[in-house]
């Protein structure tokens, strides 16, 4: 499988999951993991969830512009644009994640997650 087919499933997926069932991401990530969520920094796959669980909404529906992809050796960096409406908001929310996967055996974890809201200028 080429690095472009596992970004494009592991997007598909993390964004299903995490509009469905947030704690199904817990699988993804890893001791050494970190996060990045709007400049705050989360450590740890436990902390990482707890955080994303936690969130100030209950549901929320991505909608996806781009991704791009990239191999760093055999690991795979991606970043995804898009949008995203949070239950009892009419507009969406433009936002930007990259992901750093890293290759464990024939599979990747998330080493690195970083998310920003884009806002206007």
């Known amino acids: 499988m080429s690095f472009q087919e596992v970004a494009d499933q592991f997007v598909d997926y993390y964004y299903q999951t995490f509009d469905s069932n947030?704690?199904?991401?817990?699988?993804?990530?890893?001791?050494?993991?970190?996060?990045?969520?709007e400049g705050s920094q989360t450590g740890g796959a436990a902390a990482i969830v707890d955080k994303i669980v936690k969130l100030p909404f209950h549901k929320?529906?991505?909608?996806?512009?781009?991704?791009?992809?990239?191999?760093?050796?055999e690991d795979i960096v991606v970043l995804v644009t898009g949008q995203l409406i949070t239950e009892g908001e009419s507009n969406a929310q433009m936002f930007s994640q990259?992901?750093?996967?890293?290759?464990?055996?024939?599979?990747?974890?998330?080493?690195?997650?970083?998310?920003?809201?884009?806002?206007?200028?």
């Open 98 to 121: 990259t992901f750093y996967l890293k290759k464990e055996g024939g599979t990747f974890f998330i080493q690195n997650d970083v998310f920003r809201l884009v806002y206007g200028a």
């Open 22 to 37: 947030r704690a199904g991401l817990a699988p993804l990530y890893r001791d050494t993991s970190m996060l990045s969520f």
């Open 60 to 73: 929320v529906a991505h909608s996806i512009s781009t991704k791009d992809a990239q191999p760093v050796g």
